[in-house]
């Protein structure tokens, strides 16, 4: 009888766990068979692969978190233009989370290659580098694709080292692992575009940058702490506005590689150059504290209030500059600010509980929605500004409620494209949502 008790009151916390930590409720769980999709270069229509997308399953205990993945995202992956053979491929992962994180109080822990976290459509989230730094021997860089070891003294920097084999979303693959290094946010959608990816093979991202609201709490690293999108409050209380969340690093001022930016004399590098920039390389940047409560520590995060936190807990943010694009040091790094726990597993060793997502209420109310643009003669449209956990139907009508086209905005993406140019001109309606949640937006096909 003590143990059916037992049982009972232990099914009943670990029930109340689920509902109240979103480290259990926050990720993107795939319950409609949604699968991935990719690109090839030269061919702008995706290919539907048979490959689950997002999340398969989330268990947990009282302790951990397992996440279950095969690492494809839902939205379009590809194509890698910089010679990449790789696609996006199945990881068959499970990924553990800590639900008690804590602040790591002895020496910092380095960021590594490969997976440092995970976005919670299962994504993969890796740090800065490429695998690739500078060999003074040969003059010349070597490691990682390139073959060989590099010295590493300094170590090449994916986002600009690899821009050009980045797809719309901002994401490659290495040997199948699909991850991003940064902000996934497609280029197309930053104020300055930096990449014409997405001209062709037109994808979106995770969520969309909205500097009017604390951006979506995107994924966990590995030491247990969230990640959140560019924008938080100003003040760590949850007050002041909405603010972008600030680097604290910075460029520094110099025109050879002998030096790292504490003075102590290293081997050296290229000097800084056309080929070699400022921000070619991590130990290009150096930390510069600073004040306001909206930049960040050494390790691109702060302790403070966010929706999904209301008591404050650190929080890991994807940090970008003025114009959108991504700023070093990204996501986390280059060390982590606590205890790193997490990690990829094969099997799960305790017991544990199922998460049932059905028992959360929806998270897609209020959703504010664009669509561009209205007039349109050839391309409509339909963007959402929030991420969102489940699909949203879309639906053009016209006036007399014929249904012309229908689309659907797959839980973690943002947006859907319709092709109008072939219908007549005049006024029609978009249906965005079903049931007591549906919008509607009147659109003008036509000049």
Known sequence: MKKITLSI???????????????????????????????????????????AANVQTVQYSTNWVYVSTKGIPSYITGPFLDGNPSLATSQNAIFKISLNPVQNTGNPTNTTPSNIGIFINGVALFDYRDGISWKNSTNALAGGPLGGMGDGVWNRDAIPAEKAGFDCAKGHPAMGNYHHHQNPSAFNLDLTVISNICDIYAADGLYLINATQHSPLIGYSYDGFPIYGAYGFSNTDGTGGITRMKSSYQLRNISTRTTYSNGTAVTAGPPVSVTYPLGYFREDYEFISNAGQDYLDV???????TPEYPNGIYCYFATVDANWNSAYPYV????????????????????????????????????????????????????????????????????????????????????????????????????????????????????
């Open 9 to 51: 009151f232990l099914a009943a916390t670990l029930s109340a766990v689920a509902q109240t930590n979103p480290a259990i409720s926050a990720w993107l769980i795939n319950t409609s068979g949604l699968t991935g999709r990719h690109y090839v270069s030269g061919n702008p229509t995706p290919i539907v692969d048979a490959v």
């Open 299 to 305: 390790h691109n995060g702060r302790f403070c209030v």
């Open 332 to 447: 986390v790094g280059p060390t982590f600010y606590g205890t790193k726990t997490g990690a990829k597993v094969t099997t799960i060793t305790e017991t544990v509980t199922v998460y049932n997502p059905s028992n959360e209420l929806s998270e897609n109310t209020a959703i504010e929605v664009k669509v561009f643009p209205n007039p349109s003669n050839d391309v409509l449209m339909v963007q959402l500004s929030d991420l969102i956990k489940t699909d949203v139907a879309l639906k053009l009508v016209d006036l007399n409620g014929k249904l012309i086209d229908s689309k659907t905005i797959f839980q973690g993406s943002t947006i859907a494209y319709f092709d109008v140019s072939t219908l007549y001109s005049g006024q029609y309606i978009m249906q965005i949502g079903e049931g007591k949640q549906q919008q509607t937006i009147n659109v003008t096909i036509g000049d």
